[in-house]
């Protein structure tokens, strides 16, 4: 073993290095764009250029065997010490008989080790088992890099009089025009006439040199561009400012001619380059990318550049919300704007986030619908109103809940619940035929087909044909409704809630529950679920043919609610009434939670989720009795929508910045 301590020392090891060159070529790939990225262009350009370099500024090697130390092999002691094994493909070399082992330390820790027990290199490459992401080892290694390129690169360019943080960059023409103007260009072929320069700029995400030849690949928001750099095309040394300052995750501007390569790679000939963005840390491994599920929502720039499908994702996000709100404006609906700050958290039963505000002395909250302001402007006069906006609700997450997410809500004077459902169904085709351009589409591998009309269907219809029961027979029977319910379904469903069932305060609340755990689940194909009972639906008219029900309607695709719609109710004092059994319902189970379960854990959270209190919004109520006109309103989830149409498993995966859990 060699210990690493002073740059004579390194500079012996570099000279062994260059004596037995064919040594690098066992160096990891994935060294491209490290500090030590010479031994890459060792590889490819002839060794011995590299290692002289390397002679010269001994530091250079000192810190990548530290990279490597972190990075490849192990031999572990009782105080385990990273070290990295250079393979020999000279046997007579007197220094070892089977490999070179180095490693970087101090003084101290020299003195300090002093056993070792040898261990078999493991491979290097792709069959080399990433990291994880929040080792030491890791942060020390991104600390490092980062401190050696501030120090060195970013340095080295401001002494030679180049700015590594540019101002701005005249661009000609992206990637994708580029790749559209001259696609009928053959292979080796240039353009005829003179004079067509181009200015492109992107980020480096990859690069290959071949002595005075090379290749990087330019990156832009439209796609990929090469550039092609030739050593005698390239002015005042800027062939070897690419070579020993240009990394991979550096942003560029680059100007040239257009040529197709002999391999039909459309190409920049590069006559000027300048780095316009100097990266400080590297990109993720090439070949195992960003596969930290956690690290890419919390790191999502770096999971867009490492995953450009992720950044596809957000792009169908944007398209999709710009066909809804062109579909419903080209309907003569008008967009609104409804506080985010509110007295009273109305509009829905959900948990709200609170703050304070200082200046006016008050507790307020975040809202959790947009839904009872929306109603005032219908009172106020407008007939047709909406609002795209974000929705906040202090509960669960999942990967169908996100405490923040994006929904429409829009209202439309003198029209029912059947006009909304017409409306849906515009909406979510429209939409998959921006995105998809057909209404077959397919999500996590089950086919979906959005051929309207969908299927229309009541609750209580639903819950019989899967269960047997018929909710209608028990009339306000609440103890015949429980019996029935858990009868059926005791044996059915190993994982039914029968707490849930017990403190069901009335039949409609019992018919809710079964429909969501036994029906819900099943209803893959989009399908409106109609006539809620009037005990979950506190804001929607009562059905005009079935007392106890009401006009609202809910869409279920792949077994997900994605919208919710009622006929509005607008008589002010049956309002009153609804919202006054809503809170104190709220408040009675609040109360038996409390009382029955404090000493489950498991149910403490869940008292904890029902701990908020409910109030009145009395200006809604006053609103309602200046007279609102009949009308329906609808919510549709854009998160859900959005999730459908990208083929995504989870809310994470559509939201750019998701809440996450304080990273430890």
Same mark, same amino acid.
């Given at each position: ?18 004596? @037995? ?44 065997? !530290? ?24 046997? @007579?070399?007197?220094?070892?008989? +089977? ?33 994880? +992401? @929040? ?128 391999? %039909? ?51 169908? $996000? ?11 404006? +080209? ?48 009172? %106020? ?18 990967? $169908?809940?996100?405490?923040? #997410? ?29 995105? !998809? ?36 027979? #028990? ?52 399908? #409106? ?16 043919? !079935? ?59 869940? +008292? ?57």
């Amino acid at each position: 073993m060699i210990e690493v301590k002073s740059e004579r020392v390194i500079s012996n090891l570099a000279k062994h290095f260059r004596d @037995s060159s064919s040594n690098l070529s066992k160096i990891p790939q994935r060294f491209y764009g490290y500090p030590g990225r010479e031994l890459k262009h060792a590889e490819k350009e002839g060794r011995e250029m590299a290692v002289e370099a390397m002679l010269q500024q001994p530091w250079k090697l000192r810190h990548l065997l !530290h990279f490597a130390t972190t990075s490849t092999s192990r031999v572990l002691s009782a105080n385990p010490i990273p070290l990295i094994s250079f393979r020999r493909t000279t046997p @007579s070399h007197p220094i070892c008989s +089977s490999a070179l082992i180095a490693r970087c330390c101090s003084s101290s820790t020299a003195a300090d080790s002093t056993t070792t027990t040898t261990a078999a290199p493991k491979p290097a490459g792709r069959s080399r088992k990433p990291s994880s +992401s @929040s080792s030491p080892a890791n942060t020390s290694d991104r600390d490092a890099i980062r401190a050696i390129r501030r120090q060195n690169e970013v340095q080295e360019l401001r002494s030679k009089g180049f700015e590594p943080y540019a101002y701005q960059w005249d661009r000609t023409h992206t990637a994708n025009q580029l790749q559209e103007i001259y696609k009928d260009l053959g292979n080796g072929e240039e353009p005829n006439y003179e004079g067509d320069n181009v200015s492109v700029a992107g980020r480096i995400v990859a690069r290959r040199t071949f002595g005075k030849l090379a290749f990087l690949t330019l990156r832009d928001d439209s796609g990929t561009i090469q550039l092609y750099c030739e050593k005698e095309r390239l002015a005042n040394e800027q062939f070897e400012q690419l070579k020993t300052v240009l990394d991979i995750g550096d942003i560029v501007g680059a100007s040239g001619s257009i040529k197709r390569t002999e391999k %039909g790679e459309l190409s920049v000939r590069v006559i000027s380059f300048s780095i316009l963005t100097k990266s400080l840390l590297p990109l993720p491994d090439k070949y195992h990318g960003l596969t930290d599920v956690d690290k890419r929502y919390r790191q999502r720039y770096v999971d867009m550049i490492a995953n450009p499908e992720v950044a596809d994702i957000f792009r169908k $996000r944007a398209k999709i919300v710009s066909e809804i709100r062109n579909t419903v404006e +080209s309907l003569g609906f008008i967009s609104v704007e409804t506080p985010v700050l509110q007295g009273a958290a109305g509009g829905a039963e959900a948990r709200p986030f609170i703050t304070y505000h200082n200046s006016l002395g008050r507790a307020l909250y975040l809202r959790i619908a947009t839904e009872l302001h929306l109603k005032r402007m219908l009172v %106020g006069g407008f007939e047709k109103v909406y609002e795209i906006g974000r929705i906040f609700r202090n509960e669960g997450i999942s990967t $169908r809940h996100n405490p923040e #997410f994006t929904t429409i809500e829009m209202y439309e004077a003198y029209s029912d619940y059947q006009s909304m459902m017409n409306m849906t169904e515009e909406i979510v085709t429209r939409c998959a035929l921006a995105v !998809h351009g057909t209404l077959n589409i397919e999500y996590q591998g089950i086919g979906i087909c959005l051929e309207r009309p969908w299927r229309r269907e009541t609750m209580h219809n639903l819950v019989k044909e899967a269960t047997g029961i018929d909710f209608l027979k #028990f009339g306000d029977d609440l103890k015949a409704a429980k019996e029935a319910t858990l009868k059926a379904l005791d044996y059915s469903h190993d994982n039914i809630d029968t707490f849930s069932i017990e403190a069901c305060p009335s039949v409609g609340h019992v018919l809710n529950e079964v429909f969501e755990i036994v029906v819900e689940p099943q209803l893959i194909q989009p399908t #409106f679920v109609l006539d809620y009972p009037i005990e979950k639906s506190p804001l929607a008219k009562p059905h005009r043919r !079935h007392a106890g029900l009401t006009e609202r309607f809910e869409l279920f695709i792949c077994g997900r609610e994605l919208a919710n719609a009622f006929s509005e109710l607008t008589d002010p004092l049956d309002q009153r009434a609804r919202l006054e059994a809503q809170v104190r319902q709220h408040n009675e189970k609040k109360t038996a939670i409390d009382a029955e379960l404090v000493d489950c854990e498991e149910n403490k959270n869940k +008292s904890d989720d029902d701990s908020y209190e409910v109030t009145l919004d009395e200006d809604f109520l006053t609103a309602l009795e200046y007279g609102m006109p009949p009308a329906s309103g609808m919510g549709l989830g854009i998160d859900r929508l959005v999730m459908l149409l990208t083929d995504s498993a989870s809310i994470r995966d559509v939201i750019a910045f998701p809440v996450l859990k304080n990273q430890q």
